[in-house]
């Protein structure tokens, strides 16, 4: 890691995370953090509290907790001084946000139901009529679809560049989202990533961006930078190092990691936030108690589970990569010494992650052979959980994707996607062994 900028989306020191000296790992801070058994019958784990609302011990608490919701108290941001409704928060929801935040060392953090419902509060927290969005390409497609259709309806225009940009086309594209903000009235209200690609891998350099975010707007009133952080975060990309404000989950993947919820979260910069819980308050969107519960069990074993399916990754790749049935295998941890991506990679990444593409000699026959055949990967979509899942982009995902941009984007119908889980990785070897002799 290079001497990042440091974000102000990043927490000063937080002296609960020390004995003495020693900074504790975000790993073990999983077990505890956040929740006092004493208040809750002694409890060692904290209890799901199924409740849709809590009561005020007098009139003047619940007064002043709503000033704090509507945001009636100056600063408050959207945050009660304690629990009002299951809408605004809860127990369990405040815990899970305490770690979730600790993984990046940010300043706050919110949940939401899913991972498009916190991009989506996202958005509309920052964006009104006339304001431009700048994002990288492609993205994932729902948000691409809530970007670039959605908010037209309500007046909001976008300008994209590829993911992997250089500082030189991050200039040309922020010059360009100014020009056509000021001629539409509004402002440059968020500058979106995505970051690797999917399913290219390409990486954005986040660093670049904050750069050019710098020289575009200068001191003033800037553009937040958040990031989609499902595929490498928290243990193998921490952006806020980078210059982000926002870092976006969808928790779905690994966080969760057991392929059984939905749910999603922005971590970062508290200004921000605050304004996306002022949305999040009226519009709803907050997780759920049990499922916030559920999050807290898989924070525990994240550590665990990201390590071993990113070192079984690595052991696949390397088999793959020498097959004589395979074209190529896009994966991180093979870019190349001296590329432009290799350096975003060394500055950026911590690890190669667990999803990667293969490139199948042949086409979608072969694809689909190869597929079938599995035994231990189960074909299905999604990534980041215990099991290793495979998928056919061009026939699945982004089968919707008109010919020429799906082209652009290297989906070709010999590409497999693969999300490796944390079996035995000499099992997942014998079995695309076994698959790839069935092409
Ligand atoms: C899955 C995913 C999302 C959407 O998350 P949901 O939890 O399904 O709403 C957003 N971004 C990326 C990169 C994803 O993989």
Redesign the pocket.
């Known amino acids: 890691m290079t001497d990042a900028p440091i974000s102000n989306a990043r927490k000063p020191k937080d002296p609960q995370r020390f004995i003495g000296n020693h900074q504790l790992d975000p790993s073990t801070l999983m077990m505890g953090h956040g929740f006092d058994p004493a208040l809750s019958e002694g409890s060692l784990k904290p209890p799901i509290f199924l409740t849709s609302t809590f009561v005020f011990e007098t009139a003047a608490e619940g007064k002043r907790f709503f000033e704090g919701i509507t945001g009636k108290r100056e600063g408050s941001g959207g945050r009660a001084e304690g629990l009002v409704y299951s809408r605004f928060n809860g127990p369990n929801q405040e815990i899970l946000e305490d770690r979730l935040a600790i993984w990046e060392d940010a300043e706050s953090a919110l949940s939401f139901s ?3 419902t916190a ?1 989506s509060s996202l958005v509309l927290a920052l964006a009104s009529q006339g304001d431009v969005i700048v994002h990288s390409g492609p993205l ?1 497609s ?2 691409e679809s809530l970007i670039d259709k959605i908010m037209a309806r309500f007046g909001v225009t976008y300008v994209d560049f590829p993911a992997g940009a250089s500082r030189e086309e991050l200039d040309a594209v922020l010059a360009k989202a100014k020009e056509m903000a000021s001629a539409s009235g509004g402002k440059v209200a968020l500058i979106y990533l ?1 970051s690797p690609a ?1 399913p290219t891998n390409a990486l954005v350099d986040v660093e670049a961006v904050h750069a050019a975010r710098a020289a575009a707007f200068g001191e003033g009133d800037l553009p937040p930078i958040a990031i ?1 952080n ?2 490498l975060g928290p243990l193998w990309a921490k952006p806020l190092r980078q210059g982000a404000d926002i870092s976006v989950y ?1 928790l ?2 690994y966080v969760g990691g057991h392929s059984d919820l ?3 979260a922005l971590v970062g910069n508290k200004a921000v936030l605050d304004k996306v819980r002022l949305i999040r308050n009226p519009m709803g969107g907050i997780l759920d108690p049990n499922t916030a519960w559920m999050l807290l069990r898989s924070l525990e074993t994240l550590e665990l589970r990201m390590s071993r399916a990113g070192e079984n990754a690595e052991k696949v790749c390397a088999f793959l990569r020498d097959h004589p049935k395979v074209e190529k295998v896009g994966y991180l941890g093979f870019l190349e010494p001296g590329s432009a991506q290799r350096d975003i990679y060394d500055r950026h990444c911590l690890g190669a992650g667990s999803t990667f593409s293969l490139y199948l000699k042949g086409g979608e026959a072969e694809a689909f052979r190869f597929l079938d055949a599995l035994r231990i990967a189960k074909l299905a979509v999604s ?1 980041g959980g215990t099991e290793t899942l495979a998928s056919a982009p061009a026939a699945m995902t982004h089968l919707s994707v008109p010919d020429e941009r799906r082209a652009a984007l290297g989906i070709s119908d010999n590409l497999v996607r693969i999300s490796i889980g944390v079996e035995k990785a000499e099992d997942l070897i014998a079995d695309f062994a076994h698959a790839l002799a069935a092409v």
């Open positions: 899913s991972g498009m991009i994932y729902a948000s995505e999917n989609d499902t595929f969808s779905t993947k939905v749910a999603g990534l």
